[in-house]
């Protein structure tokens, strides 16, 4: 049985009460959204329409429907990849191996959406069935997540994550324990993170969309921009998916609920907002509006692409011609910092350019409501929040090299403001 870590590691989320209340309020606010945005007043803040009984909820055609997506996306996860790339150096300086095919999993999803609605396969159905398939996730996950709990007990300590091994039962089901849980090859947190998850996310957007031409001869404008805008988001993300090797959450997260029900339940059903506002609240949007709300997406796409792939790059090869003219603080571990270009400019410029595009997928909902800027709200708090995690994490990396950095580049996220 693995050892726990001990009280080493300082408690996040508010300990362990916190992390009981976010495992009640995350599903709680993913259901309250599903049923306020299909009611007649969309109102983010007042009560939901009806509280659903099991007979809503509970549905076996969705369960059946998500285990057989869960199936599909991890068979594409386990086809050849054009690439297998190495993650970051563990505890016990050994690498793991990840193979690099996430956008071929979405192009081949795709293809097999197009077979399935040439055949007749009633996507626009779907919408009618977000509540059971958010249900089905829901449970799915907590099952999931047990199981990840369980198997921790079983691993060596030097797999255990940094966090999460605190000896509370709550916070480190929450949290998770295990930094990289596999069988054989088959790596669950990476798999979760950029797969069933986001790919969801787009075809449900597609389903959407799809139901609103049924209903209305044609799918609106503003329903266009939003599918567009976040298919871009997520192809982007796949096309870049080694990326994701060097976040907090491979990195130094461990797998348990949050992660878990953020990729297969959160994600999918919430990140869909805004599409699912136009099905029920179409709305008018206007071509010279729309422009401008294409130039706002991009010019958020711009900085978040131009950060990530800068540092991606200077991490990769300092060398490389793009970065090399780059100013940068040396740092004890060898690494540096950037202290030019995107990096010179805030301390996380692409959470700038996320939460630019975030304000982007919901202003095509119109302002008479403000359910559709919930995404918004909430990714503000998740990226503030992120934010000092990080900088955290890195004050202990980097130590006086942080904090040198700081004085160079006093704000974090908004130029001037914060
Ligand atoms: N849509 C969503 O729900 C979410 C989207 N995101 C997006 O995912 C992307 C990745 O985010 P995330 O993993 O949080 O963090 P970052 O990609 O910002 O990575 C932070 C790490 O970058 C390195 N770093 C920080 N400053 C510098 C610098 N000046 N020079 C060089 N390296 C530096 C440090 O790691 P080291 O030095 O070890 O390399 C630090 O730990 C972002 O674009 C974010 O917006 C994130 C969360 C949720
Ligand atoms: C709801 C909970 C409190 C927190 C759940 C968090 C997760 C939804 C996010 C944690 C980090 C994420 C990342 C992405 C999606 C959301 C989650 C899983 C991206 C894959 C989105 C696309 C970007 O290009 C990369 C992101 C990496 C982190």
């Known amino acids: 049985m693995a050892p726990r870590q001990g009280p080493q590691a300082p408690l996040e989320f508010g300990g362990p009460l916190g992390a009981a209340a976010l495992m009640l309020l995350l599903p709680a606010t993913m259901f309250h959204l599903l049923l306020v945005v299909r009611s007649g007043p969309a109102r983010l803040l007042g009560p939901p329409p009806y509280l659903p009984g099991l007979e809503v909820l509970w549905s076996p ?69 977000l509540l059971p398939l958010a249900f089905a996730a829901t449970i799915t996950t907590f099952i999931f997540s047990l199981f990840l709990y369980m198997k921790a007990q079983v691993a060596p300590a030097s797999a255990l994550a940094p966090g999460g091994n605190s000896g509370n039962l709550i916070y480190d089901f929450f949290l998770g324990r295990e930094l990289n849980p596999r069988i054989c090859s088959f790596d669950f947190k990476y798999f979760c993170e950029l797969r069933p998850g986001l790919i969801g996310w787009v075809f449900i957007n597609l389903a959407l969309l799809v139901q609103e031409a049924e209903l209305r001869g044609s799918p609106s404008l503003a329903m266009w921009l939003v599918n567009g805008f976040q298919l871009l988001y997520v192809g982007d993300a796949l096309w870049h998916e080694e990326a994701v090797l060097t976040t907090m959450d491979i990195m130094h997260d461990g797998f348990g609920f949050m992660l878990a029900f953020g990729d297969l339940a959160w994600v999918p059903f919430t990140y869909s907002l805004q599409a699912q506002f136009l099905l029920y609240h179409p709305q008018p949007l206007g071509l010279p509006m729309a422009a401008v709300i294409c130039l706002i997406s991009a010019i958020g796409y711009y900085i ?115």
Not at 96 to 108: C, D, E, S, T
Not at 354 to 376: E, N, T
Not at 385 to 396: I, K, P, S
Not at 410 to 415: D, S, V
């Open 304 to 418: 978040f692409r131009g950060a990530n792939s800068q540092k991606n790059t200077f991490r990769k090869n300092p060398s490389d011609p793009s970065v090399a003219g780059l100013e940068t603080i040396p740092t004890a571990t060898g690494r540096q910092l950037l202290v030019s270009g995107w990096w010179g400019m805030v301390r996380h410029p692409n959470y700038l350019g996320d939460l630019i595009m975030a304000l982007a997928w919901s202003l095509p909902c119109g302002v008479s409501h403000l359910l559709p800027y919930f995404y918004v709200l909430y990714f503000t708090a998740l990226l503030v929040h992120r934010e000092a995690r990080d900088e955290r994490q890195c004050l202990q990396k980097y130590g006086r090299a942080w904090h040198e950095y700081c004085r160079r580049v006093p704000y974090r996220i908004l130029p001037y403001i914060y």
């Open 61 to 129: 055609q969705a369960l059946l429907l998500l285990l057989t997506w869960l199936g599909l996306q991890a068979a594409l996860y386990l086809l050849p990849a054009r690439k297998v790339a190495e993650g970051q150096e563990l505890k016990d300086k050994s690498r793991l191996r990840y193979p690099i095919n996430g956008f071929q999993a979405l192009v081949l999803t795709a293809l097999l959406v197009g077979l399935g609605l040439s055949a007749g396969l009633p996507l626009g159905a779907l919408p009618e069935m």
